[in-house]
């Protein structure tokens, strides 16, 4: 079975995750924002983007049958919820047009999804990589 990435699904995952990661981050830049909300969001995206890429871990090991504790697992799957719970809370209470909202939503969840994209490409390359070196 040949789990290889296309060369045009990594450039696109890698495009994405820069995307979402420079909108969501410019748009905490050009903000009015005070600097201890500009790092609140700046560390949900951080945190939620590591989280995203360790659940991904967790499950691609787990489905390989590789031991992955049943805490861990657990830890990854709040730790995601959280992540994006907060972001949830934060954007229903900011007194922002819905448009800022949607905009700083978007950018949050493409970066996830792309952080969780560019983590599954480095690991299937990485894997056939070992294939073809034990052969």
């Known amino acids: 079975m040949n789990t290889r990435p296309t060369p045009a699904f990594v450039a696109a995952s890698y495009f994405a ?13 050009n903000s009015s924002m005070l600097l201890d909300e500009k790092g609140l969001y700046f560390t949900l995206l951080m945190y939620a ?28 799957w709040c730790s995601i919820i959280l992540c994006v719970g907060l972001l949830s809370v934060s954007l229903w209470n900011a007194s922002w047009a819905l448009s800022e909202k949607g905009f700083y939503g978007m950018a949050f969840l493409l970066s996830l999804f792309a952080a969780i994209a560019v983590q599954k490409n480095t690991r299937d390359l990485s894997t056939t990589l070992d294939r073809l070196k034990s052969r």
Not at 17 to 29: D, N, S, T, Y
Not at 67 to 74: A, D, K
């Open 49 to 76: 983007l590591f989280s995203a890429v360790s659940l991904q871990k967790s499950v691609r090991d787990r489905s390989e049958g590789i031991p992955v504790t049943s805490f861990y697992y657990g830890i990854c």
């Open 17 to 29: 995750l820069a995307v979402g990661m420079v909108a969501f981050l410019m748009g905490l830049w």
